[in-house]
């Protein structure tokens, strides 16, 4: 634009410029024309250095702008691989042995010899297991130092054995009892593999029927007090004919009541021998529960929440091992999931997105992610919320 202006005003005096020179002889031209010349630069080179610093300024500031949009978006990215470090991913290999060394993912096929599934528990006493990220700690009494226990996985019709064995520097008595089908010297209630003492060990013996997902405990007195110290796990058997292959999950609920002087085996009261229609209470205060967690950890998926990618299927076993509350619950937001109570023959699944279960039940949940975003899951009662048993499914 500036150019434009400079030719027209040399335009316009370019008719009075000539008459004049007309008028004058050689050597006046001379001088006029070197003067004209130098003139018109002084003119035109302050024009020329004002467009220039004029482009280069909005060069910069160009730039400037793409450098903040390129730092913003490196920003984006670097965030997004921090949440996506933080997010356990759940693979769809297959294979239902495959081990990944997360809880939530990893199932123990045993050891196949001769024909028979072999697993291996042991039993120890005051083992100290990190149950919160704000460095709380409980002594536990676990199977393989671990709450819950390993996750057996053997196939309906395998010859099973499972040998436990109680630890020599526990001071109690340990044993195993598993929800399924086997002989009554197998149960883990009655005869050698009722009561193990510490430093011995006892193998259980039976044929894996039926199929389905199944807590495995302790069933030694009192029963809430093995339990709840962390001597459980879940056991699946899967079908003959196999399940449909999708990303699997094993969740089990739990609680852990941190008021170990309230300990002690639970009795009927006693009778008044003065008046047989009178009862001594026995009962002390009440025993609950200071934390809730899915899988030991309380908020453990919520501060690293689960990968599910958008429109996969994904398959969960569900195992409640709660003790003193009556009832536990698994609610999902922003989905349903077809669930079939226990997993075994002839249970009719239906849809919802909330299941209640009582102490030890349990069952099979398949769903599907349709929208992307993050979903919380969690108990549906805020006081077991609120307390550790909350997390967090992110979509994507």
Request: glycine content about 10%.
């Amino acid at each position: 634009m500036i150019y434009m202006q400079i030719i027209v005003y040399y335009i316009r005096k370019f008719y009075l410029i000539r008459m004049t020179i007309k008028k004058m002889n050689v050597k006046l031209r001379i001088v006029f024309l070197g003067f004209m010349l130098i003139s018109g630069a002084m003119v035109v080179m302050p024009g020329m250095v004002y467009s220039q610093q004029t482009t280069l300024q909005q060069q910069l500031q160009q730039k400037q702008q793409e450098l903040l949009l390129l730092q913003q978006e490196l920003q984006k990215q670097k965030q997004q691989q921090i949440e996506d470090q933080n997010t356990i991913r759940v693979n769809g290999t297959g294979d239902p042995c495959a081990q990944t060394g997360n809880y939530l993912t990893t199932f123990n096929c045993g050891k196949v010899d001769n024909g028979t599934r072999h697993f291996t528990l042991v039993a120890q006493e005051n083992v100290a297991v990190n149950i919160t990220d704000e460095g709380q700690q409980f002594l536990a009494w676990a199977y393989n130092a671990s709450i819950p226990g390993p996750t057996l996985r053997m196939a309906e019709g395998d010859n099973v054995e499972v040998t436990v064995i109680n630890n020599g520097t526990n001071q109690l008595p340990h044993s195993l009892h598993m929800h399924s089908i086997h002989q009554g010297e197998m149960d883990g209630v009655t005869g050698l593999g009722g009561a193990i003492q510490p430093g011995q060990s006892f193998t259980y013996k039976f044929v894996a029927e039926p199929a389905g997902v199944y807590p495995y405990h302790c069933h030694v007195t009192p029963i809430s007090d093995h339990i709840n110290r962390g001597l459980f796990g879940a056991m699946i058997i899967d079908p003959k004919e196999g399940r449909e292959p999708m990303p699997e999950m094993v969740m089990v609920m739990n609680g852990y009541d941190l008021d170990y002087e309230q300990e002690g085996i639970t009795e009927i009261p006693s009778i008044n021998k003065s008046n047989p229609f009178k009862f001594i209470s026995n009962e002390g205060e009440e025993r609950g529960n200071e934390i809730y967690t899915v899988n030991g950890y309380a908020f453990g998926y919520m501060k690293h929440p689960i990968h599910l990618d958008l429109d996969e299927t994904y398959r969960i076993y569900l195992v409640n091992v709660l003790e003193f509350d009556l009832v536990n619950s698994f609610h999902v937001h922003g989905m349903m999931f077809k669930y079939t109570p226990s997993g075994t023959e002839g249970s009719a699944p239906f849809v919802t997105d909330i299941v209640t279960l009582g102490q030890g039940d349990r069952g099979i949940l398949e769903m599907t992610a349709t929208q992307p975003g993050h979903f919380m899951f969690h108990a549906h009662q805020d006081e077991f919320t609120q307390l550790g048993w909350m997390a967090m499914f992110a979509v994507k």
